[in-house]
């Protein structure tokens, strides 16, 4: 062999051994829970099938327990695509950089358990999700959620007198607390891993939440009283990076959206069984009193103006009315 056919060959070698025959791609995730809650095991579920739907090399690894900060962070990350791809988000906590995207979730939109999954299924989200990833660069792949949202307070709150002027967190999206303060409540947008410490400390009286994370974060331990407003459904995106999800192969970016889908199929199966058993749980385990709220036909009566301003506000009039009708 010549000296060039030698040294083209010694090339070629270092060539094939520098490029990995496959690339893996790694995809982070997170979740404010531990192994148990219907978030995480959705996006465990959601991992799994990705794996399943592709052909090459996927790996995972999400965070767990908030570790990496709560939702408010999360949309941050996903927004500038750092530090994590994908993740189950609350609408009211990604305001900040989509103003009508927390339409989906605000109290008191949807009537019943039926309701919630005709209009889910039906794809009237779809402008708000166009939102979002026009606005936030976020997009959704599915929908978990499910779970029935509830007063949790230190003291009982039981009918309109004991709501007015009651001290509580609600999620950062204006919407909330225009909803808690029509029914009367004083209410504050507090960051969710500050919540404990707060009502804790006595800066508020209570909060609202769903059965599941109630539990999974012990948050009977500091507000042992639920009173039954069921003022949401819970409808929880789960969610992708657009920076992330864009740099992604043809062959799998197509895994993520079915397995999106799918895994949003999943969690609301998972959630919205779970929510009463799990609510049942934490009464016979002596965690937390259940009541009733005496009155809450009036909350809705309250309430119904101000979703229709907020609405009419952002021009998305005949989508609200569109999700009632379903
Ligand atoms: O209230 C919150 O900020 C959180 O409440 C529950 O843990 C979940 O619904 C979560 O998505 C978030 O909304």
Redesign the pocket.
């Known amino acids: 062999k010549s000296m060039k056919t030698i040294a083209i060959t010694a090339v070629s070698a270092v060539a094939i051994l520098a490029t990995p025959v496959s690339a893996e791609t790694k995809l982070r995730g997170a979740s404010?829970?531990d192994e148990d809650h219907a978030?995480t095991r959705t996006l465990r579920e959601f991992e799994r099938l990705v794996g399943e739907k592709y052909d090459g090399d996927v790996s995972f690894d999400m965070s767990l327990n908030g570790e990496l900060g709560?939702?408010?962070d999360f949309v941050t990350f996903l927004q500038q695509g750092v530090a994590i791809d994908y993740a189950?988000?609350?609408p009211?906590?990604m305001a900040t950089f989509a103003p009508s995207i927390p339409l989906m979730?605000m109290p008191f939109l949807f009537r019943d358990l039926e309701h919630w999954d005709t209009a889910l299924a039906s794809g009237v989200m779809a402008p708000l999700e166009a939102e979002l990833l026009a606005k936030a660069n976020i997009r959704v792949i599915g929908y978990a959620?499910g779970?029935v949202?509830n007063l949790a307070s230190a003291e009982p709150i039981g009918n309109m007198d004991e709501l007015t002027g009651h001290k509580m967190?609600?999620?950062?999206a204006p919407i909330q607390a225009q909803v808690f303060s029509a029914i009367k409540a004083a209410p504050s947008a507090i960051?969710?891993n500050e919540?404990y410490n707060a009502i804790q400390t006595g800066v508020i009286a209570g909060?609202?939440?769903?059965a599941?994370?109630i539990q999974?974060?012990k948050f009977y331990e500091v507000a042992p009283n639920i009173t039954l407003t069921r003022h949401a459904i819970?409808v929880?995106p789960l969610v992708m990076s657009e920076s992330s999800f864009s740099a992604l192969p043809a062959d799998l970016q197509a895994a993520v959206l079915a397995a999106g889908a799918e895994a949003g199929a999943f969690g609301r199966k998972l959630e919205s069984t779970q929510d009463g058993e799990k609510l049942q749980e934490m009464a016979d385990a002596g965690q937390i009193k259940v009541q009733e709220f005496a009155g809450r036909d009036e909350l809705l009566k309250l309430v119904i103006p101000v979703q229709d301003a907020y609405a009419a506000e952002l021009g998305a009039t005949e989508l609200l009315e569109a999700i009632r009708s379903k």
């Open positions: 404010l829970f978030y709560d939702e408010s189950i988000m609350a009211s906590n979730d959620g779970g949202r967190r609600v999620m950062g960051a969710y919540v909060f609202e939440n769903e599941a994370s999974n974060l819970t929880r």
